[in-house]
């Protein structure tokens, strides 16, 4: 056994697990496509300080969760492992201009990212989210657009139940009242608040409405509510957008404490859930307006939108209910030999096999042809090609235990194809 293992919070994907993370990857890319989002591929690092701007110095992320990566040699610049694909998204909107196309300017990536998190079930130091950005668009339109299009992703995956937890968090004129009535509630008991929570409490109390500490979860059921403080554009917004999507048949839930754990999000924010799970667990991904964040992180006054889905989290669901995907991972047909020398022979012949579209391996080693038959059988394969020592090939059917008669190359090798064509 090897004296190294992956590090902690780190892990390797075998199958059947690797197999279903493509596929909810490959859905995810498909799900975007169809809807009209280009596709992005983001650095895995950016500077530390796009972070620090666009998700907030009070957040979880930046204040505990950031890999920061040590500046070397003449570049100065200090650089993070991405902790999420938003901010990145929207640097290079700004970076290449995108303001001059057809707005709304619709992306998707999916992502590896990176997080100093304490390790547990469903959450790891990397993992992979489904990132869909829409910007330049400020109205309820594009919301139920967006909501919708993560929430039908779920579903054709199989998670049918899933619900959407839906908040406004308003905006910069109609926020700082909601800040300090949460202040002024939370103060008188303060000296209950661990010491995160005070300064919680001083930096950002909304960040109070994120905490796991028993009691001040409790002392949150009673907090104000920041649907009761919303400016008239902000509640006219949120109405418009509950009201969309009951017409489109969305499974909505009011969640008037949701804020998420970002600080760049105004308006509009939701997560997707499973009913039954227990705190973040249930939680498959969500997502929120970002209207300010183009002109904080330099850029003209834009509004956004966008969601992050978990494929860990999501693989983990399906997993827990018996729905991962079923991969063959052996070849559908392999090419065995008689004679030893005919190795060469079976790679040509697998690799025309693959070419004309069948899964196929050759069988490289010496064994004999009966340990060859064996293990293709022991594969799963549905058909084997062996290479007679005269050159020519025989077909065997392992389903139905039939050979027949050796033939010349071209002639099998159409049989075989046609045989597991008509299989599939």
């Known amino acids: 056994m090897s004296g190294f293992q992956s590090p902690r919070g780190l892990r390797d994907l075998l199958e059947p697990l690797a197999s279903a993370h493509g596929w909810a990857i490959d859905r995810a890319w ?8 280009a596709r992005i591929e983001l650095p895995i690092a950016e500077e530390s300080g796009l972070f620090e701007r666009a998700v907030g110095g009070t957040s979880d992320i930046v204040a505990k969760e950031l890999y920061r990566l040590e500046p070397r040699g003449d570049d100065a610049v200090s650089l993070a492992l991405r902790p999420e694909a938003t901010a990145g998204a929207v640097r290079a909107y700004i970076q290449h201009g995108m303001r001059s196309q057809p707005q709304p300017v619709r992306l998707v990536t999916v992502a590896h990212l990176f997080r100093y998190d304490r390790p547990q079930k469903g959450r790891y130091r990397q993992f992979t989210q489904f990132d869909l950005e829409a910007i330049g668009d400020g109205g309820p339109g594009i919301d139920l657009e967006v909501i919708e299009l993560g929430a039908a992703y779920l579903r054709n995956l199989g998670l049918s139940d899933v619900q959407v937890h839906l908040n406004s968090v308003g905006c910069s004129a109609c926020r700082p009242a909601y800040v300090e009535s949460l202040r002024a509630y939370f103060t008188p008991a303060m000296h209950e608040l661990s010491e995160v929570d005070q300064s919680r409490l001083t930096a950002n109390p909304l960040r109070l409405l994120d905490s796991k500490d028993p009691a001040v979860i409790k002392r949150v059921a009673d907090a104000p509510l920041i649907t009761d403080h919303l400016c008239g554009d902000c509640a006219a917004h949120h109405a418009a957008v509950m009201a969309g999507l009951a017409t489109i048949g969305v499974t909505v839930l009011a969640a008037p404490r949701l804020v998420r754990g970002l600080d760049y ?5 939701w997560e997707y859930l499973l009913p039954g799970e227990q705190g973040q667990q249930g939680a498959l991904g969500g997502g929120g307006r970002y209207d300010g964040l183009v002109e904080l992180l330099g850029g003209p006054a834009t509004p956004a939108i966008g969601f992050a889905i978990g494929i860990d989290r999501v693989v983990l669901a399906l997993e827990e209910r018996g729905l991962l995907p079923v991969r063959a991972v052996g070849a559908t047909i392999v090419v065995a030999g008689i004679e030893p020398d005919s190795v060469a022979d079976r790679v040509a012949i697998a690799s025309q096999l693959r070419t004309a579209g069948s899964s196929a391996r050759a ?8 340990r060859q038959l064996e293990s293709a059988v022991r594969d799963g394969a549905r058909a084997v090609i062996i290479v007679e020592p005269d050159g020519r090939l025989t077909l065997r059917d392992l389903v139905k235990a039939s050979q027949a008669e050796p033939a010349e190359r071209s002639e099998v090798i159409a049989a075989a194809l046609r045989l597991v064509q008509n299989e599939g």
């Open 30 to 37: 498909a799900a975007a496509d169809a809807a009209g989002y």
């Open 363 to 370: 069988d490289v080693s010496s064994r004999k042809i009966g």
């Open 265 to 269: 999000y105004t308006r509009t924010a």
